[in-house]
């Protein structure tokens, strides 16, 4: 089994930084591409930005020259700097990640608990 585990949320002002963190643990082999998603009250989780093994990284338009998506290989932990937060950036944002267990064939994916993120205008 694996354990995904985040950090970093919170309170801010419109404008402001946070930065999460999502740490993997457990039968891990290797950790394969890491996301970030989102869901607000009454709407659908959507993915934020993903990042591959390989650090190809892909985002969603509205996140775009704000978001940096990051992560350390060697210590399994996934990161998201998120730069001129805006209200409508408040969610719930959840990490995921694909997994190869030694003890499992093929990647399981993996959620994170979520980490609550409200901005204030």
């Known amino acids: 089994q694996v354990q995904l585990v985040e950090s970093g949320g919170g309170l801010v002002q419109a404008g402001g930084s946070l930065q999460l963190s999502c740490a993997a643990s457990?039968?891990?082999?290797?950790?394969?591409?890491m996301a970030w998603y989102r869901q607000a009250p009454g709407q659908e989780r959507e993915l934020v930005a993903q990042?591959?093994?390989?650090?190809?990284?892909d985002y969603q338009d509205s996140v775009k020259g704000r978001f940096t998506i990051s992560r350390d290989n060697v210590a399994n932990i996934g990161y998201l700097q998120m730069n001129s937060l805006k209200p409508e950036d408040t969610a719930v944002y959840y990490c995921?990640?694909?997994?190869?267990?030694?003890?499992?064939?093929?990647?399981?994916?993996?959620w994170g608990q979520g980490t609550q993120v409200t901005v204030s205008p």
């Open positions: 995921s990640a694909d997994v190869s267990e030694w003890d499992r064939e093929g990647d399981q994916t993996y």
């Open positions: 990042i591959t093994r390989d650090l190809v990284r």
């Open positions: 457990g039968m891990i082999r290797q950790v394969n591409t």
